[in-house]
């Protein structure tokens, strides 16, 4: 996969996020209860994922490894034994693949992720309901971005491109003005930072995936990790705040394609886009999903954009395509693209 790919990967995940709120509008039951039915159908199918790809990686690296010594011991002369120093020269062994390669990772930074993407959920609907969902939103979604540019900053010592910050800042005005249509709402001090702290959750969980991924961990392994563990978290949240929407078919509808499309297939390809894609312009590119929602909310929903939104929309799409475009500089094709954690934008 190429950086270009590996972009307009992230960008499919981000139209995927965008139809969410237009979905879910139509549900029968409470943001945080949807939420969490959504991180537990989502959590559940991407942990199913992981476990496939798991098996079948381990399966692969086995049979190749067999089919490996089977070769060696036919090919030995006659009286020689198998694996004697004669056929002990330096040996790469089988490529098991991303998938495969599932131990580099430590369990707790996975779990820590996993605990940060059920965190996230809180902090968001708690934050829409102090300051309002514009504001909140805006803060949220906005600050992501800044916050994983800082964080791959912090721990990969790469400064991100001049390039990748003037659009990230362009795209988070254009966020602003096409969610807020240039009003100023009321800023309730504890809601900003519920949704600055939710930002940061976000930029922890994505920073620690593309750790993971680069490492050589499977991106669908890793997704499956992360919010297997958030689904399990968000479990008793889901019991608490009443399930029994579900039994509608509307709600388990709805339910079924935000789990489904919006988080377990959204993030299989979210995963696999920051194989290629820096993880600080790929939190710049999921701003996309505003753009998304709002457009559906015109055509769905029939909502109505002021001028000024529109201007907003406009400059969003424009950023993006700016943080999308690949590197200037030419890279070997022979070498690999990791997963690296500073923008290259």
């Known amino acids: 996969m190429t950086q270009r790919s590996g972009s307009?990967?992230?960008?499919?995940?981000?139209?995927?996020?965008?139809?969410?709120?237009?979905?879910?509008?139509?549900?029968?039951?409470?943001?945080?209860?949807?939420?969490?039915?959504?991180?537990?159908?989502?959590?559940?199918?991407?942990?199913?994922?992981?476990m496939r790809a798991i098996g079948s990686a381990t399966g692969s690296a086995t049979g190749s490894a067999t089919g490996s010594a089977t070769r060696s011991v036919a090919g030995s002369p006659a009286g020689s034994p198998a694996g004697?120093?004669?056929?002990?020269?330096?040996?790469?062994?089988?490529?098991?693949?991303?998938?495969?390669?599932?131990t580099r990772a430590p369990k707790s930074l996975l779990a820590a992720g996993g605990l940060a993407v059920a965190a996230y959920q809180l902090c968001f609907f708690a934050a829409v309901a102090r300051t309002g969902v514009?504001?909140?939103?805006?803060?949220?979604?906005?600050?992501?971005?800044?916050?994983?540019?800082?964080?791959?900053?912090?721990?990969?010592?790469?400064?991100?491109?001049?390039?990748?910050?003037?659009?990230?800042?362009?795209?988070?005005?254009?966020?602003?003005?096409?969610?807020t249509g240039g009003g100023a709402g009321g800023a309730d001090a504890g809601g900003i930072a519920l949704a600055l702290l939710g930002g940061l959750l976000y930029a922890f969980y994505a920073v620690t995936a593309a750790r993971a991924i680069g490492a050589g961990m499977g991106s669908d392994t890793v997704m499956g990790a992360l919010f297997g563990a958030a689904g399990l978290i968000m479990l008793p949240v889901l019991v608490a705040t009443g399930p029994g929407w579900l039994v509608e078919p509307r709600g388990l509808l709805t339910a079924l394609y935000l789990g489904c499309a919006t988080t377990a297939l959204a993030y299989v390809l979210y995963g696999r886009g920051l194989r290629t894609t820096p993880v600080a312009t790929a939190a710049t590119l999921a701003l996309a999903e505003p753009a998304v929602a709002a457009i559906l909310g015109l055509v769905v929903l029939h909502e109505h954009l002021s001028a000024i939104s529109w201007g907003g929309l406009v400059l969003l799409a424009a950023s993006l395509v700016v943080v999308a475009l690949p590197d200037r500089s030419p890279r070997d094709p022979a070498s690999p693209v990791p997963a690296t954690l500073s923008s290259s934008a």
Request: positive net charge.
């Open 8 to 50: 307009l990967t992230v960008v499919a995940a981000a139209v995927l996020w965008g139809t969410a709120g237009t979905v879910g509008a139509l549900a029968p039951a409470g943001s945080i209860s949807l939420a969490a039915a959504r991180l537990v159908i989502g959590g559940t199918v991407l942990a199913v994922v992981a």
């Open 84 to 102: 004697s120093a004669a056929d002990a020269g330096p040996n790469p062994g089988p490529n098991p693949g991303r998938g495969a390669r599932v």
């Open 134 to 179: 514009a504001i909140g939103t805006v803060v949220a979604i906005g600050s992501g971005p800044v916050f994983t540019g800082l964080l791959s900053w912090l721990l990969d010592r790469t400064r991100p491109s001049r390039r990748w910050a003037m659009a990230t800042v362009a795209a988070i005005a254009g966020c602003a003005v096409l969610i």
